[in-house]
């Protein structure tokens, strides 16, 4: 394609740009904060609210349709997904969990038809939920899994590869760095070591390459403490709604 010709500015940033650009540049202290909404009404308020962009969450998704994490039908899942990109105009990630054992070009379509420019995908088997199975995927198959989506989304997706091992008990960062690694070489645009410790964060920001995702927590670091910490970019899972939820359980008209 030509460059634009003098007097030509370039257009716009696609969505999927737009995402991957606010991942890189940041300053220690100014991770990208993106909240997790869980419907079209909270999608709007969050975007009304300045976030540049959004991140759903499988585990609020799941609550909103009357579901436990991990339990909802992938029809259910995608339609409400697309339910919130139409109703904002920032880019939106999806938590699409494991894949729901979709084939990775499958999985692309499902998203790109849902108007996600993003997903995040684990390496837990069968998901994280009630009644799920427990284990860990073996790293060098779900970095095959994440090069196929890779390969079939091109530059359309930004690809979150979440690392369970602190999920799952193991404590030692290297675990969690060897299969951010190879996730990385496997063409993912970010790692996600859900539940990291605040004292891991150093080290794992030492040994993975690219953008860090960390878990803000209520009981824990602030996400300017994260920043400051190595976190590139932080997310909240399903607490938003859990926040909101404890606000509804206050006594009404007291």
């Not at 063409?187 to 080290?203: F, K, M, R, S, W």
């Not at 190595?230 to 938003?240: D, M």
């Amino acid at each position: 394609m030509s460059a634009p010709g003098p007097g030509h500015a370039p257009g716009p940033a696609s969505p999927v740009d737009t995402l991957r650009a606010l991942h890189h540049g940041r300053a220690p202290g100014d991770p990208l904060v993106l909240p997790g909404p869980w419907d079209a009404v909270s999608a709007r308020t969050l975007e009304e609210a300045g976030s540049p962009a959004l991140a759903t969450p499988s585990a609020g998704i799941a609550l909103s349709l009357g579901y436990e994490d991990g339990q909802v039908p992938p029809g259910e899942m995608f339609a409400a997904i697309a339910r919130i990109t139409r109703s904002v105009s920032v880019p939106v990630s999806a938590d699409v969990e494991d894949g729901y054992g979709l084939a990775p070009k499958e999985l692309v379509e499902r998203l790109l038809a849902a108007g996600a420019v993003g997903c995040n995908l684990e390496d837990s088997v069968g998901g994280t939920g009630a009644g799920s199975a427990t284990a860990l995927r073996d790293p060098a198959a779900q970095a095959d899994f994440l090069a196929e989506v890779r390969a079939a989304a091109g530059d359309r997706l930004f690809v979150n590869a979440r690392v369970d091992t602190f999920l799952r008990g193991e404590p030692d960062p290297e675990a969690a760095i060897a299969r951010a690694r190879l996730y990385v070489a496997a063409g993912a645009d970010c790692v996600y070591p859900i539940l990291a410790p605040p004292q891991t964060i150093p080290a794992l920001r030492a040994g993975i390459e690219g953008p860090l995702n960390v878990l803000a927590r209520p009981d824990g670091p602030s996400p300017r403490e994260l920043g400051h910490l190595g976190a590139t970019r932080v997310t909240f899972g399903p607490g938003l709604l859990h926040k909101a939820m404890r606000a509804l359980a206050e006594p009404i008209g007291q």
